[in-house]
C-alpha cells in the first residue's frame, strides 16, 4: 500500500540553529535562489489575482512590518535576517509571510486537513497542500533547533517563518486558507502565528500565545493538535471560534468557515464538496477497526478524486489561467503523542502512479 514512485526532483532539506538573527541568516543564504524566484513568481501571481503590484505589495507588507516588529521581535529579528543572507528588501520577506493575508484570500491554495485522536495509538495530523505547481521548487524541509524552545520540523516555502509542521514537544500545525475580509494589518500574519503555535510547548500555550497576541490579520483556519489532540481554530480579525472534535476524536477542515460567521466570507465552490467527502471517508475508516497509519490516510482520504479537479486530491484544471491553477504539492501525516514525534512527506500528489516520494521528518 505504501510503495510511490519516486520523483526526479527531491526537495531540499535544511538545517538550521542559533539565535533569531543566526536562524535568519543562514536561511537566507542557503535559500536565496528560491526566495528571489518565490519574489518574482508572486509578483505574477498577485498581478493576476489580486491586480496588485509589487510595490503596492510591499506597501501593505510594510505595515505588517510594524506590527511584527511590535508583536513578536524575536520573529521579526530572523526576518531581517532572512532578508539580509538573501541579498533582498527585507519587505520582500515579510510580504512573503503576510501573502495570505495581502491577497484578501483571493489566491487558490486550497487545502484538505483533519486531525484524529487515536488515543493509546497517538494523535494523527495531516493535510494535502494545494497551490500553483510551479511553487513545489521553493518548497523544502526544514528543522530549527533554537535556545530555549522546543526544535520544529516544517515543510515551508523559502523565506517563510511558519508554516505546516510540529515540533519536538508533540505540537503540529495544519492551515487552511479562507476567502473573507476584513484584514486587519495590525494583527500577525498568519504565517508569523504558524511560527508562535511551533514555537509553543503544549495547544494550550499555542491557543492562549495567539490570544495574547490579538489573534491574526486575516481569516484563516490552523488545525492545532498536541497529545491532548486536536482542537480546529477559525482565527478572524473580528474574532476566534474553537471547534472541537467529535465524539471520535476526529475533526475535519477545508476552505471555508464552518463555526465563525462575522468575516464577509467569498465562496469556494468545492469547499464544502471536500469537507463533507473528507468526513464521509474517515468516518468509514473510523469504523471498520483498520490499524490506521500514514499509508491508510493517504490511501483512503488523501488519495481520493471524486469530484475532480477538485477533490482533496488536486489537479490542475487546464481551463484555469497558470497563476490561477492549483493542484496537490504533497501530502504530510504527523503522529504526536507518542515517544518521538514524527511526520511522512509525500512529494507530489498522494495517489498510485503519481509521480512522489516518501519522506520521513525528523531525517
Known amino acids: 500500500m505504501d510503495r510511490i514512485e519516486p520523483t526526479a526532483r527531491v526537495p531540499r532539506r535544511i538545517e538550521l540553529s542559533g539565535s533569531p538573527r543566526e536562524i535568519g541568516l543562514e536561511h537566507g543564504r542557503q535559500l536565496s535562489q528560491e526566495i528571489r524566484s518565490e519574489i518574482q513568481l508572486y509578483g505574477r501571481i498577485f498581478q493576476a489575482t489580486t491586480r496588485m503590484s509589487w510595490p503596492s505589495v510591499q506597501g501593505i507588507a510594510r505595515e505588517f ?42 489566491f487558490s491554495d486550497g487545502c484538505s486537513s483533519l486531525g484524529w485522536d487515536r488515543k493509546q495509538h497517538g494523535v494523527l495530523l495531516a493535510q494535502n497542500w494545494d497551490w500553483t505547481t510551479e511553487m513545489q521548487k521553493n518548497v523544502v524541509l526544514m528543522t530549527i533547533t533554537q535556545p530555549d524552545k522546543p526544535s520544529i520540523w516544517m515543510v515551508p516555502e523559502a523565506g517563510m517563518v511558519g508554516k505546516i509542521g510540529f515540533n519536538s514537544a508533540s505540537v503540529g500545525t495544519c492551515l487552511n486558507s479562507i476567502r473573507a475580509k476584513p484584514v486587519d494589518t495590525s494583527k500577525l500574519p498568519v504565517h508569523v502565528a504558524l511560527r508562535v503555535c511551533l514555537n509553543s510547548r503544549s495547544k494550550a500555550e499555542a491557543v492562549q500565545r495567539i490570544t495574547d497576541l490579538g489573534s491574526i490579520a486575516s481569516a484563516q483556519h490552523i488545525l492545532l493538535a498536541d497529545p491532548s489532540g486536536p482542537v480546529s481554530l477559525e482565527l478572524t480579525p473580528l474574532s476566534d471560534t474553537h471547534i472541537p472534535p467529535d465524539s471520535q476524536g476526529i475533526v475535519c477542515h477545508t476552505n471555508h468557515l464552518v463555526g465563525n460567521g462575522d468575516c464577509r466570507e467569498q465562496p469556494w465552490a468545492d469547499s464544502p464538496f471536500r469537507l463533507a467527502r473528507m468526513q464521509e471517508l474517515i468516518q468509514q475508516l473510523a469504523r471498520s477497526d483498520t490499524p490506521v497509519d500514514g499509508a491508510h490516510l493517504r490511501e483512503t482520504v488523501f488519495s481520493d478524486t471524486l469530484n475532480a479537479p477538485y477533490g482533496i486530491c488536486r489537479q490542475d484544471d487546464p481551463g484555469m489561467p497558470p497563476e490561477r491553477q492549483s493542484s496537490t504539492l504533497f501530502c504530510i501525516v504527523m503522529r504526536l503523542g507518542v515517544s518521538t514525534p514524527s511526520a511522512e512527506v509525500v512529494w507530489g500528489q498522494p495517489i498510485k502512479g503519481a509521480n512522489a516520494r516518501i519522506m520521513h521528518m525528523p531525517w
Open 65 to 106: 512590518s510594524t506590527t511584527i516588529a511590535r508583536l513578536v521581535p524575536d520573529i521579526y529579528a530572523e526576518i531581517e535576517g532572512i532578508a539580509e543572507g538573501a541579498g533582498v528588501d527585507v519587505l520582500d520577506v515579510v510580504a512573503i509571510n503576510a501573502r495570505s493575508d495581502i491577497a484578501h484570500g483571493l
